[in-house]
């Protein structure tokens, strides 16, 4: 019995000996190797997103003009050589509003809207003339045109212009100052100034205030600003500016007050300023007027 186990033992094993039979190896493990290859690809990939970054921000400098340089940016002080009088105004204003404007404007917002925008359109349809006369100044004819072009569609078509039919013909209005007529020839912004019951502004600007109203009264369009007519259209005007303004005197309850709106209202004044002079230095349109201009 064992020599019969013995014999078939062998006979397949020699079998197993004569066939054909392979062993598979596996390839190598290289870490290092694979690392490299993906650090490598990320790198690439991280050289094209700065490279992409780099030709957006070119393309965006390129839109807005030559950059900004330490002349241009507005300084941070603030210029209110006659604190001691701007305290005292706005204190008067402030008075002012609560005892006077915001009871009378209490009430003008009891008007139904259609009659309050008829007032706000009539107005603003009145300063298009002295926008047109700006934009001159400035050698801008193009905004002047448009700005004496709605005078004409809102007189007629607007019934005197208690209607903006302008508007719907896509001929918005862009109105303009003296003030920015000013900033415009690189005339600075000059000290803080507040005025008696129009608030915050600038020596600059309240010049170009008193020069735009000079304007109103020497042209004296149908005769509004003179006599009764002047003595009510002017004070409807207030209400009306009144009404669309949001600001409430002392209404954060801030012994800061003063100093937060001086400081807010002047680097708004410089932004705005500075943004219009480089954008006419550039050559480029005035970037508030109408696609195409």
Sequence with gaps: MKAASFVALCALLGGCASSNFSIRSLPPETPAANNAAQI???QALQAEATAAAQRERAAREA???????????PSLR???????????????????????????????????????SGV??????????????????????????????RFVINSTLGIGGLFD????????????????????????????LVLPLLGPSTLRDGTGFAVDFGTYYGINILDLYRGLAGW???????????????????STGSPFEYDTVRFLFMRKTLIEGESLRLWHRSGKPDPRAPAGE
């Design 63 to 73: 839109d807005l003009g030559p950059p900004l340089t330490a002349a241009d940016v």
């Design 40 to 42: 490598k690809q990320l």
């Design 165 to 192: 039919p302008a508007t719907s013909f896509h001929i918005p209005g862009v109105p303009t100052g003296f003030g920015q007529t000013m900033a415009r020839w690189d005339v600075p912004p000059g000290p803080y």
């Design 232 to 250: 009510v259209l002017t004070p409807l005007n207030a209400v009306d500016i009144r009404a669309n303004t949001n600001f409430r005197y002392y």
């Design 78 to 116: 603030t210029y209110d050589p006659w604190e001691r009088m701007n305290r005292f105004t706005y204190r008067f204003n402030a008075r002012f509003d609560e005892a006077i404007f915001l009871p009378v404007t209490d009430q003008y917002r009891r008007l139904p809207s259609a009659v309050r």
């Design 120 to 149: 706000d359109n009539f107005f603003s349809n009145l300063s298009e003339v002295v926008s047109a006369l700006n934009y001159l100044v400035q050698l801008r004819p193009a905004p002047g045109v448009r700005s004496l072009g």
